[in-house]
Nanobody, 129 residues
Framework: HVQLVESGGGSVQAGGSLSLSCVVS????????MAWFREVPGKEREGVAY?????????????FYGDSAKGRFTISRNNAKNTVYLEMNSLKPQDSAMYYC??????????????????WGQGTQVTVS
């Protein structure tokens, strides 16, 4: 039974930075695809960033970003610590949202299809003013 626990949210001024962490427990973390989504009331949950499992045929992990995150956010994972990170820079007020960590087994679906992720954290609030 996989569990995800996010941390690192908070309030920051526009232009500032925040780093989110998501600790994974309960299963073989390194084999999971991990992603960060965000949600604001009244809007659909939005894919922010994705990172594939490590190893395999590629030299490293594959990463994908939502348009709003490209160039400003960086997703990474530390398999030794069972943790995935989201480094957010140049934050804007429109980045304010509840941020969720999510996990799924590898599949051929597009990276930001939220229903394909079977495990979610409780969320951490990010507020940019």
């Amino acid at each position: 039974h996989v569990q995800l626990v996010e941390s690192g949210g908070g309030s920051v001024q526009a232009g500032g930075s925040l780093s989110l962490s998501c600790v994974v427990s309960g299963d073989t973390y390194s084999t999971y695809c991990m992603a960060w989504f965000r949600e604001v009331p009244g809007k659909e949950r939005e894919g922010v960033a994705y990172i594939s499992p490590s190893g395999g045929m590629t030299s490293g992990e594959l990463t994908f970003y939502g348009d709003s995150a490209k160039g400003r956010f960086t997703i990474s994972r530390n398999n030794a610590k069972n943790t995935v990170y989201l480094e957010m820079n140049s934050l804007k007020p429109q980045d304010s949202a509840m941020y969720y960590c999510a996990a799924r087994r590898p599949s051929s679906v597009v990276w930001d299809r939220a229903p394909e992720f079977g495990v979610w954290g409780q969320g951490t609030q990010v507020t940019v003013s």
